[in-house]
């Protein structure tokens, strides 16, 4: 072969730019992976030299990456992710192994991962699975499989266009009320019409309200809150009553009753991923949990939860 060899980068390099993305700082990186804050340094300057950019963007605040460093972190993601199959592609699919990073919901990974992550443990010992529960927003899920800092979402859908979905399964929105109040096992929004109503702040939620809106609900929100264990103290208290999917709510707490909406609204669950992400032994053995139907069957029995069919 003739000619300059061609520049590459190396997996200590692409290793370096993602945890330093992933913590915002060039020395909680460093202290993570066991290396020193200059070598560190010197290894994502050499990453940046090779592919004649930068890469990160340096300020009092922190680090983050450029629009550039996104998309090699995107990649660098890949590729690290594809490494770390190596040992299961050689030891063959019954020895399937790696690591999974799920971001989801609180109320999902409370009672939807444990089962999930029980068989999963059961079918495929060697697989590890790390989850980011601190999302709030769908878009929050996205972003973070968007991102590559998860592997795949469990998410309120519809989501981007540039996502594959699974749908999973569905949990009805319900009123949560205090349990003081002498409502019907039914109650219409005029029977409402004098408590306050207490909002979650999320995109979710605001689409549920806009549906019910459409068939009779005019009630302003006399607070918004983003965390459904706040509003729940709030309802318990008699400070009014609100909107919630019924997965949020579980287990009641003292002094909340729950009351079925005037008008059915459910929130739709999927997983969701980049395509090609799924081709990944450890991504597949957890997308295959998650779409057995029996994974869910005791909550479904509950009522906690309905079957979402595909589209």
Do not use: K
């Not at 019924?246 to 002094?255: D, K």
């Not at 992400?277 to 869910?296: C, K, N, Y």
Request: net charge neutral.
């Amino acid at each position: 072969m003739t000619g300059e060899s061609r520049w590459q980068p190396s997996l200590a390099q692409l290793r370096a730019l993602v945890w330093v993305v992933d913590l915002g700082s060039f020395s909680a990186a460093a202290a993570e992976l066991g290396v020193t804050q200059s070598g560190l340094s010197h290894a994502v300057a050499a990453l940046e030299a090779g592919l004649g950019t930068s890469l990160l963007s340096r300020t009092r605040r922190g680090v983050s990456p450029t629009s550039a460093g996104e998309r090699v972190t995107l990649r660098a993601r890949e590729i690290l992710a594809l490494v770390e199959t190596l040992p299961a592609q050689v030891a063959g699919e019954e020895e399937v192994r790696g690591t999974v990073r799920v971001a989801c919901f609180r109320s999902v990974a409370t009672h939807l991962l444990p089962a999930v992550l029980q068989h999963l443990a059961a079918e495929h010992p060697l697989v590890r699975v790390e989850v980011d529960d601190g999302c709030l927003e769908r878009e929050d899920v996205e972003r973070a499989v968007l991102s590559g800092q998860a592997d795949l979402g469990i998410a309120h859908l519809p989501v981007s266009g540039r996502l594959q979905v699974w749908p999973l399964a569905s949990d009805p929105y319900v009123l949560v009320v205090p349990e003081a109040l002498d409502l019907p096992p039914q109650p219409s929004w005029e029977e409402l019409s004098a408590v306050p109503y207490i909002a979650l702040h999320c995109s979710g939620a605001r689409g549920v309200t806009e549906a019910c809106a459409r068939n009779g609900f005019r009630h302003q929100a006399a607070m918004q809150l983003r965390e459904d264990s706040s509003i729940l103290g709030l309802v318990g208290r008699g400070a009014g009553f609100s909107i919630l999917p019924r997965l949020a709510v579980e287990p009641l707490p003292a002094g909340v009753a729950l009351r079925p909406l005037p008008v059915e609204q459910r929130r739709p669950l999927g997983a969701v991923l980049m395509p090609g992400v799924g081709r990944r032994p450890a991504v597949r053995a957890l997308r295959r949990v998650l779409s057995s139907g029996a994974t869910f069957d005791s909550l479904i029995r509950r009522g906690l939860l309905g079957v979402e069919e595909p589209a």
